[in-house]
C-alpha cells in the first residue's frame, strides 16, 4: 500500500501544508460517547530553537490549534478524545468547568488549553497542568492580550511549585516566564537561588542572559540562541516592539526540552 493511500485505508483524510501533515479522523469522546471529526498533526518540518520558556519554533509553532482535541458536545478537551481517566467526567461536568468553557471574552484556542489545565490540576497532575497554562499564555500572547497573559504565566509558575518540586530545567523556566509577566522581583530572586548552585555550561549563560533583561525591563520573548552568543542576542522575530533595553512550551519543544535545545545550539559554537 502507497503512504499517499494509507490514510485512505484508516479512514482519515490529510493534508499537506508548511506546518506538515495535518489528518482529519473522526473520534469518539470518551466522556460522552459522541462521535466529532478532530484534527491532529502527523509530523512537521524542522523547527528552529524554542524560546527560553520552551514555546517550541517554526514550523511546530504554528500547529498550537493541532495539539488538542475538544469535543463539541461537552467540551472535554485532552490530546485524544477517546481517553479519560475515573475522575475525568466529573470534572467536566462540574461548575467551574461549564463556567470556562462559557467564558467568551478568553480566546477560544486559550481557552481549550485551560480546560485541559483545570482537567490536570483536579486530577493531581500539577506540573502538566502549568505547562497547559502557560501554553494559554502563548495564545494571548498571539492575540494581544497582555493581562491575560501575565495572569496565565502567573499561575503556571504557582502551579509548578505547588507540584512536586520543579528541577532545574523547570527552575530556568520560571525565571523567564516571570520576567515575560514583569515580575522582575521574583525572577530576580529565582536567578539568585540558581546561581547559589552550579550551574552546568551553558545553563549559566541562559541565567546571565535573564539577569540582563531582568535589569532592563525586558519583557519580550527571546529564543535560547539568543543566550548563546556568538551572534549578538537578537530579537525573536515574531516579538520585535518598542520596549526599551536589550534588543530584540516539555514535549511540544519539539527536542527533548530547555537542556536539550541548548546543547544542540551549544556545539554549533
Known amino acids: 500500500m502507497t503512504r499517499r493511500a494509507l490514510p485512505r485505508a484508516l479512514g482519515s483524510s ?4 508548511a506546518m506538515g501533515n495535518v489528518g482529519e479522523t473522526s473520534i469518539t469522546c470518551a466522556v460522552c460517547g459522541r462521535e466529532s471529526r478532530q484534527r491532529q498533526v502527523r509530523g512537521t518540518g524542522p523547527a528552529g530553537p524554542p524560546d527560553l520558556d520552551l ?7 504554528s500547529t498550537m490549534a493541532y495539539w488538542l482535541q475538544q469535543c463539541p458536545t461537552c467540551g472535554y478537551a ?24 462559557a467564558e467568551v471574552s478568553y480566546p477560544p484556542l486559550a481557552r481549550r488549553f485551560l480546560c485541559r489545565a483545570m482537567i490536570l490540576e483536579e486530577t493531581g497532575e500539577l506540573h502538566a497542568a502549568a505547562e497547559a497554562t ?6 494571548a500572547d498571539d492575540t494581544r492580550k497582555a493581562d491575560l497573559a501575565r495572569e496565565w504565566r502567573l499561575t503556571a509558575v504557582a502551579l509548578f511549585r505547588q507540584g512536586p518540586a520543579p528541577d532545574l530545567e523547570q527552575q530556568v523556566r520560571i525565571v523567564d516566564i516571570l520576567r515575560r509577566a ?53 530579537p525573536h522575530v515574531s516579538h520585535r516592539g518598542p520596549t526599551p533595553g536589550i ?14 535545545a541548548l546543547r544542540r545550539l551549544f556545539r554549533r559554537r
Do not use: C, H, K
Open 55 to 61: 514555546r517550541p519554533g517554526e514550523t511546530m509553532r
Open 247 to 260: 534588543p530584540l512550551t516539555r514535549g511540544s519543544a519539539g527536542g527533548g526540552g530547555l537542556f536539550a
Open 182 to 234: 514583569g515580575e522582575f522581583g521574583g525572577a530576580a530572586a529565582q536567578a539568585s537561588a540558581l546561581e547559589r548552585g552550579r550551574l552546568p555550561e551553558p545553563v549559566d549563560r541562559v541565567v546571565a542572559f535573564e539577569r540582563r533583561l531582568i535589569a532592563a525591563g525586558d519583557v519580550r520573548a527571546y529564543s535560547v540562541a539568543s543566550a548563546l552568543p556568538p551572534p549578538a542576542a537578537r
Open 134 to 139: 502557560l501554553q494559554a499564555a502563548w495564545v
Open 78 to 101: 485532552a490530546p485524544r478524545l477517546d481517553e479519560a481517566g475515573e475522575p475525568i467526567p466529573a470534572v467536566v461536568a462540574g461548575g467551574p468547568y461549564r463556567a470556562l468553557l
Open 14 to 17: 490529510y493534508r499537506s501544508d
